[in-house]
């Protein structure tokens, strides 16, 4: 029996397809408007699954971040990265990603400036300091 | 609430590098509590076991194998996973079942057999832990999580790395006196400092080891203890919690509130408060975890844990006594048996079995254990039976 492809995007192709384009791509929900990210299925205020997609842009700062010296399989082709945490500048919501070309401290102090650049396969949300 | 429920025996197997299969590991500390209970297998109406990565060891649908083996194949087995903190979320599954009247007797196993495994494959399995399209998929290991959440607090609350590396000192200090842990070597803190950097601000031994091992308790209810004639203790508070499953999603990095909502559970349930607590056996699996484990646990308040760390008021017989076996930072991190591994440290507390280790006076003490980033936790409440 052949198997029937599926045309719809998942939550998280479309999340994707937005990183590729730098916005973020969040849910507003629309009973109560509580925004949440785009790969949820239920507000977690009012519980309702009726949603508005909204793609915010995706800048920021950094809210906290680590270097990976010891790193997981697959990021073995990466000089040294942080894994950061920033607060988009548009609405209270934090969103992690990669940001290659860090290798201290001193290269990224919190509350520097980060926007989203792409999303690859590999490495996950790529961003970039600006 | 249902019935009481004790626990009646406990055994453990050394945590660290282990030569043997994982059903063997989980069979031998399987039977040290059998014997520790005095009674026999056929006394064992159910088995609870956690485990995490059995697939590492080529067995999964572990519990009807330890069942088998334990030779009563007829008795119901369950496994449960919940990342680090299977052991202790198992533990509450085992004491519900007990309390509800299901069962009289049960068997609560964890174990867990990761150091064949390479850093690098382990780093990934235990990256699977994580919410992995957010953090593992973007490059997040598990000491980079913990590594943010350290950045944040150290910022947030004017504390030190040299803070941090107390915590390690501290647990080594108390893991030399524990002849089963993994890592049994005194440190300083120039030690700690000096060490190398796995995610930064957290460097190795800010770290817990990955280990082997295995931990097993007998849960009974009072008749059955009473009967048996061997020591035993009460559970008297009991409490679970959940977070948001990746880190970016919570409102303050500093905090788990699955700690907060499980602990309040645990103490409500045993008409208690942190200050009666004796000792505390919490999840270090790095070093800050511990800082915010005993602020979130209520001992101290939110941002003072590096203070209390400094002056010395955590140490074995200070104000309040953690991690006595010395934590995961040196006890060991079976993942799966960890929270087990807890139980069976108050269990030798309060039976007289801790030797130099023992927390003097110690008639109530609490565990702490959870899973991954703290996105599942479950705390317990123990009484010494005199």
């Known amino acids: 029996m052949s198997k029937l492809k599926s045309t719809k995007q998942s939550t998280r192709e479309l999340f994707i397809e937005h990183a590729k384009k730098g916005d973020i791509l969040l849910n507003q929900c629309i009973k109560c408007s509580n925004i949440m990210l785009e790969t949820v299925y239920y507000c977690d205020k009012c519980f309702s699954n009726s949603f508005r997609q909204v793609p915010y842009i995706g800048k920021g700062r950094v809210v906290t971040y680590t270097i990976q010296s010891v790193v997981p399989e697959g990021f073995e082709d990466v000089n040294s990265y942080a894994w950061v945490i920033f607060k988009l500048d548009d609405c209270d919501m934090n969103v992690s990603g990669f940001l290659p070309g860090i290798s201290t401290p001193a290269d990224l102090p919190l509350g520097s400036k980060i926007k989203v650049v792409d999303f690859h396969d590999k490495h996950g949300l790529i961003l970039q300091k600006y | ?386």
Request: aromatic letters at 8%.
């Open chain 2, 1 to 386: 609430m249902g019935e009481k429920v004790y626990v009646l025996g406990a055994g453990s197997t050394k945590y660290g590098k282990l030569n043997e299969s994982v059903i063997e590991i989980a069979l031998n500390a399987s039977k040290d509590a059998i014997d520790s209970a005095g009674i026999t297998p056929k006394d064992v109406k159910a088995g609870y076991i956690s485990n995490v990565f059995g697939v590492a060891d080529k067995q999964v649908h572990m519990a009807p194998v330890i069942m088998s083996n334990l030779g009563i194949p007829e008795v119901p087995g369950l496994t449960i996973e919940s990342a680090c903190g299977s052991g202790s979320v198992m533990f509450r599954e085992a004491f519900a079942n007990v309390s509800a009247g299901f069962y009289d007797c049960v068997l609560a196993l964890g174990v867990e057999k990761v150091t064949h495994t390479s850093t690098v494959e382990s780093t990934t399995l235990f990256s699977y832990c994580s919410d992995f399209f957010y953090e593992g998929g973007n490059g997040a290991s598990f000491p980079g999580l913990f590594g943010s959440m350290a950045r944040a607090y150290l910022a947030a609350y004017k504390a030190t790395e040299e803070d941090l590396a107390r915590v390690a000192v501290k647990n080594h200090e108390n893991g030399l006196l524990n002849p089963k842990a993994h890592v049994r070597k005194k440190i300083t803190v120039e030690d700690v400092l000096k060490s190398p950097v796995v995610a930064s601000p957290l460097k190795l031994y800010d770290c817990c080891p990955f280990s082997d091992g295995a931990s097993a308790v007998i849960l009974c209810n009072e008749e059955f203890a009473k009967k048996s004639g061997n020591p035993y203790i009460e559970i008297v508070g009991s409490g679970r919690g959940a977070s948001p499953a990746s880190v970016q999603s919570r409102k303050d990095i500093t905090t788990i509130p699955s700690t907060v909502d499980a602990s309040r559970q645990a103490y409500k349930m045993a008409n208690l408060s942190p200050k009666d607590i004796d000792f505390v056996e919490v999840h270090d699996c790095f070093t800050i975890a511990e800082l915010i484990d005993i602020e979130d646990l209520g001992f101290f308040p939110k941002g003072t844990a590096a203070q209390a760390v400094r002056e010395g008021r955590t140490m074995l017989n200070s104000d309040i006594s953690v991690n006595p076996s010395g934590g995961l930072k040196s006890k060991g991190h079976p993942i799966g048996a960890t929270g087990v591994g807890q139980v069976v440290e108050v269990f030798e507390q309060f039976t007289n079995k801790a030797g130099d280790r023992t927390v003097k006076d110690a008639e109530i003490a609490m565990t702490h254990n959870f899973g991954a980033t703290g996105a599942s936790a479950a705390v317990h409440i123990f009484k010494k039976i005199k």
